[in-house]
Protein backbone atom coordinates (compact mmCIF):
# COMPACT_ATOMS: atom_id res chain seq x y z
CA UNK A 1 0.00 0.00 0.00
CA UNK A 2 0.84 3.53 -0.18
CA UNK A 3 3.22 5.46 2.27
CA UNK A 4 2.47 9.03 3.84
CA UNK A 5 2.29 11.04 1.17
CA UNK A 6 2.83 15.06 1.20
CA UNK A 7 2.07 17.83 -1.04
CA UNK A 8 3.80 20.36 -2.35
CA UNK A 9 7.06 18.80 -2.09
CA UNK A 10 8.78 21.70 -2.24
CA UNK A 11 7.38 25.63 -1.84
CA UNK A 12 8.43 29.00 -2.05
CA UNK A 13 6.96 32.03 -0.58
CA UNK A 14 7.37 35.36 -0.12
CA UNK A 15 7.84 36.70 3.15
CA UNK A 16 3.81 37.73 4.39
CA UNK A 17 2.47 34.95 2.50
CA UNK A 18 0.17 32.23 3.75
CA UNK A 19 0.77 28.83 2.66
CA UNK A 20 -0.85 25.37 3.28
CA UNK A 21 0.75 22.13 3.26
CA UNK A 22 -1.09 18.79 3.09
CA UNK A 23 -0.43 15.22 4.80
CA UNK A 24 -2.20 12.36 3.60
CA UNK A 25 -1.28 9.23 6.14
CA UNK A 26 -1.23 5.31 5.68
CA UNK A 27 -5.01 5.08 5.28
CA UNK A 28 -6.40 3.54 8.75
CA UNK A 29 -3.47 5.01 11.04
CA UNK A 30 -5.20 6.54 13.69
CA UNK A 31 -1.91 9.23 15.09
CA UNK A 32 -0.92 11.85 12.98
CA UNK A 33 2.36 13.84 13.67
CA UNK A 34 3.88 16.95 12.49
CA UNK A 35 7.31 17.81 12.71
CA UNK A 36 9.54 20.92 11.33
CA UNK A 37 12.93 19.95 10.39
CA UNK A 38 15.68 23.01 9.90
CA UNK A 39 18.59 22.17 8.53
CA UNK A 40 21.71 20.27 10.25
CA UNK A 41 19.07 19.62 12.57
CA UNK A 42 16.83 16.54 13.96
CA UNK A 43 13.09 16.73 13.40
CA UNK A 44 11.20 18.56 16.12
CA UNK A 45 7.85 17.93 17.17
CA UNK A 46 5.07 20.39 16.09
CA UNK A 47 1.41 18.74 16.85
CA UNK A 48 0.04 15.60 17.41
CA UNK A 49 -3.89 14.30 15.97
CA UNK A 50 -5.39 11.37 17.29
CA UNK A 51 -8.13 10.65 14.38
CA UNK A 52 -9.79 14.28 14.27
CA UNK A 53 -8.63 15.23 17.70
CA UNK A 54 -5.74 17.54 18.24
CA UNK A 55 -4.54 16.13 21.64
CA UNK A 56 -0.79 18.11 21.52
CA UNK A 57 -0.06 21.64 19.41
CA UNK A 58 2.55 22.39 22.15
CA UNK A 59 5.27 22.50 19.69
CA UNK A 60 3.87 24.91 17.13
CA UNK A 61 6.01 27.74 17.57
CA UNK A 62 3.35 30.37 17.41
CA UNK A 63 0.32 31.45 16.58
CA UNK A 64 0.90 32.07 13.27
CA UNK A 65 1.08 28.04 12.67
CA UNK A 66 -2.29 26.12 12.64
CA UNK A 67 -2.81 22.82 11.76
CA UNK A 68 -6.37 20.67 11.39
CA UNK A 69 -7.63 17.08 10.83
CA UNK A 70 -11.13 17.11 10.37
CA UNK A 71 -12.18 14.06 9.17
CA UNK A 72 -9.43 12.22 10.95
CA UNK A 73 -7.81 11.33 7.64
CA UNK A 74 -5.72 14.00 5.64
CA UNK A 75 -4.37 16.70 7.58
CA UNK A 76 -3.52 20.24 6.64
CA UNK A 77 -0.77 22.91 8.59
CA UNK A 78 -1.30 26.10 7.83
CA UNK A 79 1.63 28.54 8.33
CA UNK A 80 0.45 32.45 8.36
CA UNK A 81 2.44 35.44 7.41
CA UNK A 82 5.54 33.53 6.73
CA UNK A 83 9.04 34.62 8.23
CA UNK A 84 12.02 33.59 6.99
CA UNK A 85 12.57 31.36 10.03
CA UNK A 86 9.74 29.69 8.86
CA UNK A 87 11.93 28.06 5.92
CA UNK A 88 12.85 24.54 7.31
CA UNK A 89 11.09 20.84 5.68
CA UNK A 90 8.01 20.23 7.29
CA UNK A 91 8.03 15.81 7.96
CA UNK A 92 4.29 14.36 8.43
CA UNK A 93 4.30 11.03 10.18
CA UNK A 94 1.49 8.58 11.25
CA UNK A 95 1.39 5.72 13.51
CA UNK A 96 -1.58 3.00 13.42
CA UNK A 97 -2.64 3.23 16.98
CA UNK A 98 -3.69 5.75 19.05
CA UNK A 99 -0.95 5.33 22.07
CA UNK A 100 2.41 6.03 19.34
CA UNK A 101 4.82 4.66 22.22
CA UNK A 102 6.76 1.54 20.79
CA UNK A 103 4.96 1.64 18.01
CA UNK A 104 6.83 2.81 14.37
CA UNK A 105 6.21 6.61 12.89
CA UNK A 106 6.17 6.39 8.89
CA UNK A 107 7.03 9.66 8.12
CA UNK A 108 6.49 11.52 4.50
CA UNK A 109 8.92 12.98 2.56
CA UNK A 110 8.16 16.34 3.48
CA UNK A 111 7.56 19.79 2.16
CA UNK A 112 10.53 22.04 1.70
CA UNK A 113 9.75 25.54 2.38
CA UNK A 114 11.63 28.60 1.41
CA UNK A 115 11.06 31.86 2.57
CA UNK A 116 12.31 34.21 0.88
CA UNK B 1 20.19 22.13 27.01
CA UNK B 2 18.55 20.15 24.36
CA UNK B 3 16.45 16.97 25.50
CA UNK B 4 18.37 14.44 23.31
CA UNK B 5 22.23 15.31 22.76
CA UNK B 6 24.24 13.43 20.38
CA UNK B 7 27.63 13.27 19.15
CA UNK B 8 28.66 15.76 16.99
CA UNK B 9 29.45 14.87 13.14
CA UNK B 10 31.01 14.49 10.88
CA UNK B 11 32.54 10.33 11.24
CA UNK B 12 34.78 10.06 8.02
CA UNK B 13 35.53 5.95 8.54
CA UNK B 14 36.76 3.51 6.05
CA UNK B 15 34.53 0.44 4.69
CA UNK B 16 35.08 -2.37 7.17
CA UNK B 17 35.93 -0.05 9.99
CA UNK B 18 33.89 -0.45 13.18
CA UNK B 19 31.80 3.10 14.08
CA UNK B 20 29.76 4.18 17.61
CA UNK B 21 27.36 6.59 18.26
CA UNK B 22 26.29 7.90 21.37
CA UNK B 23 23.22 9.61 22.57
CA UNK B 24 22.12 10.95 26.33
CA UNK B 25 18.90 11.79 26.64
CA UNK B 26 17.81 14.70 30.20
CA UNK B 27 13.95 13.55 31.26
CA UNK B 28 14.19 10.34 33.31
CA UNK B 29 10.39 9.74 32.22
CA UNK B 30 11.28 8.76 28.72
CA UNK B 31 9.29 5.26 27.97
CA UNK B 32 10.77 3.94 24.75
CA UNK B 33 14.21 4.66 22.56
CA UNK B 34 14.91 4.20 18.71
CA UNK B 35 17.60 4.74 16.42
CA UNK B 36 15.75 6.22 13.17
CA UNK B 37 18.30 6.64 9.86
CA UNK B 38 17.96 9.67 7.24
CA UNK B 39 19.69 9.58 4.26
CA UNK B 40 20.37 12.83 2.76
CA UNK B 41 17.05 15.17 1.39
CA UNK B 42 14.76 11.89 2.63
CA UNK B 43 12.73 11.01 5.63
CA UNK B 44 14.18 9.73 8.60
CA UNK B 45 13.45 5.82 9.21
CA UNK B 46 13.01 3.29 11.74
CA UNK B 47 16.52 1.64 12.01
CA UNK B 48 15.41 -0.13 15.09
CA UNK B 49 14.15 0.09 18.72
CA UNK B 50 16.87 0.27 21.90
CA UNK B 51 15.75 -2.36 24.26
CA UNK B 52 17.18 -1.88 28.39
CA UNK B 53 18.63 -5.78 27.74
CA UNK B 54 20.58 -4.22 24.59
CA UNK B 55 19.87 -5.42 21.19
CA UNK B 56 21.44 -6.57 17.97
CA UNK B 57 20.05 -6.73 14.20
CA UNK B 58 22.72 -7.86 11.98
CA UNK B 59 25.52 -5.39 12.02
CA UNK B 60 23.95 -2.84 14.58
CA UNK B 61 23.70 -3.15 18.07
CA UNK B 62 21.78 -0.94 20.37
CA UNK B 63 22.26 -0.34 24.24
CA UNK B 64 20.47 1.67 26.27
CA UNK B 65 21.79 2.29 30.36
CA UNK B 66 18.51 4.22 31.75
CA UNK B 67 21.04 4.61 34.92
CA UNK B 68 23.34 7.00 33.20
CA UNK B 69 20.24 7.57 30.45
CA UNK B 70 22.50 6.90 27.56
CA UNK B 71 22.15 5.26 24.68
CA UNK B 72 24.53 3.64 22.21
CA UNK B 73 24.42 2.37 18.83
CA UNK B 74 27.69 0.44 17.02
CA UNK B 75 28.18 -0.67 13.75
CA UNK B 76 30.20 -3.51 12.81
CA UNK B 77 31.92 -3.87 9.19
CA UNK B 78 30.40 -0.24 7.84
CA UNK B 79 29.27 -0.67 4.46
CA UNK B 80 29.45 2.38 1.95
CA UNK B 81 25.71 1.86 2.19
CA UNK B 82 25.51 2.83 5.84
CA UNK B 83 26.28 6.61 4.59
CA UNK B 84 23.36 8.72 6.54
CA UNK B 85 22.60 10.00 9.35
CA UNK B 86 21.81 8.86 12.52
CA UNK B 87 19.35 10.24 14.62
CA UNK B 88 18.78 9.25 18.91
CA UNK B 89 15.23 9.50 19.38
CA UNK B 90 13.26 8.86 22.57
CA UNK B 91 9.13 8.54 23.39
CA UNK B 92 7.21 9.97 25.82
CA UNK B 93 4.25 8.99 26.83
CA UNK B 94 2.50 11.95 27.02
CA UNK B 95 1.14 12.82 23.15
CA UNK B 96 2.73 10.07 21.90
CA UNK B 97 5.63 12.35 20.33
CA UNK B 98 9.24 11.43 19.26
CA UNK B 99 11.86 13.49 20.69
CA UNK B 100 14.91 13.72 17.83
CA UNK B 101 18.45 14.16 18.47
CA UNK B 102 20.40 16.73 16.21
CA UNK B 103 21.97 13.54 14.56
CA UNK B 104 25.56 12.43 13.64
CA UNK B 105 26.44 12.20 10.11
CA UNK B 106 28.21 8.91 9.00
CA UNK B 107 30.04 9.13 5.77
CA UNK B 108 31.66 5.61 4.62
CA UNK B 109 34.95 6.12 2.17
CA UNK B 110 35.85 3.17 0.04
Known amino acids: GAGVSQSPRYKVAKRGQDVALRCDPISGHVSLFWYQQALGQGPEFLTY????????KSGLPSDRFFAERPEGSVSTLKIQRTQQEDSAVYLC??????????????FGPGTRLTVT | RKEVEQDPGPFNVPEGATVAFNCTYS??????FFWYRQDCRKEPKLLMSVYSSGNEDGRFTAQLNRASQYISLLIRDSKLSDSATYLC???????????FGQGTELSVKP
Open chain 2, 27 to 32: NSASQS
Open chain 2, 89 to 99: VVFYNQGGKLI
Open chain 1, 93 to 106: ASSLTGLAGGHEQY
Open chain 1, 49 to 56: FQNEAQLD
